[in-house]
């Protein structure tokens, strides 16, 4: 079924179960993060593939966003003063766009099509290093702010919270958000880890 939703397009990618911080000034986006706090909703985050994450008066480059993203919710935020809030969001859910457009205030929105959740595979002894190394990466202080609680509870999770937070560039993250079977996006983890040691 279809939904329409509003969208955030960022030089960066957002997996479900990903948690990243937003930085928010644009009139757009600060009136967006109020009518998600009030209606406890959220919103579309899309990787961009061409223009500026922000508006300007000068800029004559066509904003074009992929076609898959995940849908963010608000976690927590802070009122940094002189229009500016700082947020948290979590990555919940993948989406697909089925057809988009730009409203007068310059916020984008979408009509979407849900993707599938992926198989719940187990996290078996054999995802023991992986499972460490995500642990390891969650005590960066960076990561910490973040306050996650819980730990990956199967191989999806797993497999999103590394490609959220290992240092891969955001096209490749967008490659593996795209992907469908968990395991196979473990695979892609380990080649980048054997290639980053060599």
Known sequence: MFETIPLFPLNAVLFPSGRMSLRI????????????????SGFGLVHLQQGAEVNTVSSTV??????????????????LGDGKLSTTIEGKSKFRITSSWQEKNGLYKAEIDWVE???????LENFS??????NQLMQHQQLRQLKFEDEASDVSQLSFLL?????????????????ED?????DLILDFLEDVSQ
């Open 25 to 40: 000034f644009e009139p757009r986006y600060l009136d967006l993060v109020s009518s998600c706090l009030k209606s406890d």
């Open 62 to 79: 066509e904003t074009r966003f992929e076609k898959t993203g995940t849908y963010a919710k608000i976690i927590d935020f802070d009122d």
């Open 117 to 123: 959740e992926e198989e719940a595979v187990p996290l």
């Open 129 to 134: 290093e992986l499972t460490l190394l995500l």
């Open 163 to 179: 490609s959220q937070y290992l240092p891969i560039d955001s096209s490749t993250q967008y490659k593996y958000l795209l992907l």
């Open 182 to 186: 968990p395991v196979e996006r473990i």
